[in-house]
């Protein structure tokens, strides 16, 4: 009997739980999926704004140029009249300068972008020149426009201030067949801005070399250049390249300056796409524009492919 009623108090005991304890499938479990809502709503509410910007500024905006593409301007219906006239004529041609235009002001601002950060990052007192050159990259970065324009027309155009000091010392620029309002003219003129743009963009990557790789080097006997034959330039490569695709998209995407500064005496897609914008089509051709808005598109979207899959091997480096 004694066995019997110990066994009876034990399973007794078992039974019974308290309200809020650890064995109460109930209160806790309620607590613990409210917090973890609570923390994924936490997580995505800081990325909501970005969402919102990205969704009103660039998705729907790509989706109504995509969808008038191949839209007649009439009807609504489908038609490929506009993809067929975007890709022939002056508009061809409109692609064609503004990629051999994205291509030189790609380049040449890479290149010399990329010699400027590499005397800041090998400069002996690195930091206040870092800091000053960076505050003013920054600045130079962003200037562009009708503002711009008028700086180039007021310094190296036919009879600017620049123009005039060159002619009195026996340098005629316009004789040797250099024009500010030439494709020529506007390459100088968007390395204004890309040149401090390559440099804000390239000195993370020259920072990422480690000097240990360069004392390895040096300890088994390379010299500088075996150094960046094998070992550095194949680590920048791939930042190198990535930031020249991005000034190629910036050049490829810049209208102001060009218009300003040109009229649209050059053919450039951008400058078309804004002709179409301020009304200036041809009876049929109202989506023609849009057309145009899509091939850029799709060179951009080709171009930052390649770019993310250049910097993600850049990273795998630079970590």
């Known amino acids: ?31 613990s999926a409210a917090k973890t809502a609570g923390r994924t709503i936490a997580k995505f509410a800081g990325i909501l704004p970005f969402g919102a910007y990205v969704a009103l500024g660039l998705a729907i905006p ?8 191949f839209q007649n301007p009439d009807t609504s219906a489908f038609t490929l009249s506009n993809v067929s006239t975007a890709t022939h004529g002056v508009y061809l041609d409109g692609f064609k300068q503004s990629i051999i235009l994205s291509v030189l002001a790609a380049v040449i601002p890479g290149v010399f972008g990329l010699l400027i950060a590499y005397a800041i990052f090998t400069a002996k007192r690195g930091n206040v020149l870092r800091q000053v050159v960076i505050t003013a990259s920054g600045v130079f970065a962003n200037f562009g426009g009708v503002p711009l324009a008028f700086l180039f027309i007021a310094s190296l155009g036919s009879t600017a201030l620049v123009t005039g000091w060159l002619n009195d010392i026996g340098i005629n620029i316009y004789s040797a067949g250099f024009s500010l309002y030439t494709l020529s003219g506007v390459v100088v003129v968007y390395m204004y801005f890309q ?20 004392e390895a080097a040096e300890n088994l006997g390379a010299g500088s250049w ?18 020249v695709l991005l000034l190629f998209g910036s050049s490829l995407s810049a209208y102001a300056t060009a218009e300003a500064l040109t009229s649209g005496t050059i053919p450039l897609t951008a400058i078309q796409i804004g002709s179409f914008l301020n009304g200036n089509v041809l009876a049929g051709q109202g989506n023609v524009g849009k057309a145009l808005g899509l091939g850029l598109v799709l060179i951009i979207a080709i171009v930052m492919v390649f770019y993310v899959l250049l910097q993600r091997r850049a990273a795998k480096w630079l970590r």
């Open 62 to 69: 790509m989706i109504a140029v995509a969808i008038g593409a």
């Open 195 to 214: 040149i401090p743009l390559m440099v804000l963009v390239i000195l993370p990557a020259l920072e990422g070399l480690r000097p240990a790789w360069r």
């Open 1 to 31: 009997m004694a066995e019997r009623h110990e066994l009876t108090v034990a399973d007794t005991t078992e039974t019974v739980t308290a309200p809020g304890s650890l064995a109460d499938p109930g209160v806790p479990r309620v607590k």
């Open 226 to 243: 075996q150094y960046w034959r094998y070992v550095g330039g194949p680590v920048l490569m791939p930042s190198f390249i990535g930031c």
